[in-house]
């Protein structure tokens, strides 16, 4: 099945080692797909991630931020510079750890996701995990949304429910949820992907 207007070229942004990018991956490589991860970005040019998506044939492009010092828009510059020469469409946050200054995400307004592990509007921000099981929640999960200036304000795409289980720590609670990352990601992108390709 080929989609009419071709695939959306996402470029995938990590700092790390890149399992929701895997998935992001494989997912796009899929024949039936409305995207493709046309490219993988790091701020951290030994992120783990990278010489994974070389793997698996997907150019990457590492921009180290140490040598911007403090001047974060100018580190911001030099990978939108790099999106634009690559004709990317779409990015999809994945683990990546800087904080994104308005330089970056207005130009990238309403085609820039995120996924967070929680069940927002519950819990933006940090030890997301440890916060649920001190509410004493029934359940956990994550969200994909679209990023904002805002702290993960941004518009809700997706979620997915992870229940919290008696015994449960941080740590067994965040794996589970990652896992249900790895599969609500890839669907949260492709059907936002395929609507843009609907109404372009």
């Not at 024949?31 to 991630?49: Q, R, T």
Request: glycine letters at 10%; aromatic letters at 4%.
């Amino acid at each position: 099945m080929s989609l009419p207007g071709g695939r959306v070229r996402v470029a995938v942004m990590i700092s790390g080692a890149g399992s929701n990018m895997a998935a992001l991956i494989d997912a796009g490589q899929a024949a039936d797909s409305a995207f493709e991860v046309a490219l993988v970005v790091s701020n951290d040019p030994d992120a783990g991630g990278l010489a994974i998506a070389a793997a698996k044939g997907i150019p990457t492009l590492a921009v180290d931020h140490r040598p911007f010092g403090k001047d974060r828009q100018a580190h911001e510059a030099a990978l939108q510079a790099g999106l634009e020469a690559r004709g990317i469409e779409v990015i999809a946050l994945a683990g990546y750890m800087r904080l994104l200054t308005p330089f970056l995400v207005q130009r990238w307004e309403g085609r820039m996701l995120n996924i967070h592990p929680s069940l927002l509007p519950r819990y933006p921000g940090l030890d997301t995990h440890a916060r649920a099981l001190a509410a004493g929640d029934v359940e956990a999960g994550c969200t994909v949304h679209l990023v904002t200036e805002g702290l993960d304000e941004g518009p809700i795409l997706d979620r997915q429910a992870v229940p919290i289980l008696p015994g449960d720590t941080p740590a067994t609670l965040a794996q589970r949820v990652l896992t249900a990352e790895h599969a609500l990601y890839p669907r949260a992108l492709a059907d936002f992907c395929r609507a843009r390709i609907i109404t372009s």
